[in-house]
């Protein structure tokens, strides 16, 4: 079963009720909120709440997320994101999350790729943007080995422990 939002081994799909307690596990883990820019937890009532407004279309609310399921497994392992949304100029930030405990098995750059083919194809954006921060080089790989090219720094961008960190602006532009 392939197609725009699976391959042999991995598909991304809609949130679940189902997903709630993992969505909390990754939205809550302090450890990844600098590259989120989350400030504070996420109650099981406001995630309960996002996954079923989660429905709407990407065009009514500029934003998309979607679960990396393995398939033989029906096992959630990640997120992937479109957001921020620009239909006139037909642009959408993209975000990836891998778990920790699935990082290192080329399961991000697979999801990646189908997130690409899916907003190219079939929402036919013309441009993808992601900001990675400059030390988190395993970011800054996966979304070269996937085509993006670093266009811009954005000094001072994101506030971290020791103060502010450097952003890479990395883009991809759509190709007939």
């Not at 194809?121 to 670093?150: D, I, K, T, W």
Request: one cysteine or more; glycine letters at 6%.
């Amino acid at each position: 079963m392939t197609g725009y939002l699976s391959d042999e081994e991995i598909r991304l799909r809609a949130l679940e009720p189902e997903d709630l307690e993992v969505l909390y596990r990754w939205e809550n883990d302090s450890t990844l909120w600098e590259v989120g820019n989350t400030l504070a937890p996420f109650s099981r009532y406001a995630l309960k709440r996002y996954i079923a407004e989660s429905h709407q279309s990407f065009y009514e609310v500029h934003q998309l997320r979607l679960i990396i399921e393995l398939v033989a497994e029906r096992r959630a392992i990640g997120i992937v994101d479109l957001f921020d949304f620009d239909p006139h100029a037909n642009r959408a930030a993209c975000g990836i999350l891998l778990d920790p405990d699935e990082q290192g098995r080329g399961w991000a750059t697979r999801a990646l790729r189908l997130l690409i083919g899916y907003a190219f194809h079939r929402l036919a954006l013309h441009q993808l943007y992601a900001h990675v921060p400059e030390a988190n080089q395993p970011s800054m790989r996966l979304f070269v080995r996937c085509g993006f090219q670093p266009t811009g720094c954005l000094k001072e961008w994101i506030r971290v422990a020791s103060g502010f960190a450097d952003v890479r602006v990395m883009q991809l532009l759509a190709r007939p």
